[in-house]
């Protein structure tokens, strides 16, 4: 049976291959965390789709799927504080905001632990989600403050931020929708959205890491006159 989804899913798989063939020509050398969460992000899709299509929405599938956005989380945590407190290098206040991050993160990680039940199970993993999802929301408001103030700013971290915070607020809705809709017959509305935002945000990401051939000048204009 084919869900709603899908398609848009087969569309992210194309789409990440296209970022992440982009980043491989040279750009994962400046972002090369940018390509982890693009490979994690690839590798555990394409896992969740060959055991949906194989298995169903099984319980094992459910585990697998909301570890995943553990892990996916995790990375993308990892990821855009790493970006900020490189950004920050040669601020005087890095240390201060290197204190602000580590508090966050370990706010968020160990969060879950104190205020939710029954650790690993699945209504667990995708409250664990949720949290690392907000934390990730407030280090890329962060990261956004942190590129707009920049004397100096990367064009690609800031298309990249853009596309980063599209695809968070359409997981922040739909995580939102799936609690407001009690019918398992309407759950198709929130996982659309998620995905739709998912591709949307891709899509910017193609735009931002896009190879520009550097321009050659001609031997002509090589030689003095």
Known sequence: MLHRDEPLIIVSLVLQLIVITFLLQGAFRKYPLVLAYSLVRLI?????????????????????YYSDRVILNLVLFAMVTSIIYKLVETQ?????????????????????????????????????????????GIVTLALWSVLISSKQRDSKLLKFTVGLGIAMAGAAVSFGLQRWMRSPRLVWMPN??????????????CWAFWPVKQRTSSPAALIPR
């Open 44 to 64: 555990t899709t394409v896992v969740e789709v060959f055991l949906r299509t194989h298995l169903g929405e099984t319980v094992f599938f459910r585990q697998v």
């Open 92 to 136: 005087s206040h890095r240390s201060t905001i290197g204190k602000a991050l580590v508090g966050i993160v370990a706010g968020v990680i160990l969060l879950p632990f104190l205020v939710l039940s029954r650790p690993f199970s699945i209504r667990w993993l995708n409250g664990m989600s949720q949290f690392l999802y907000f934390g990730s």
């Open 192 to 205: 659309l959205f998620l995905q739709l935002t998912h591709v949307t945000g891709l899509l910017v990401w």
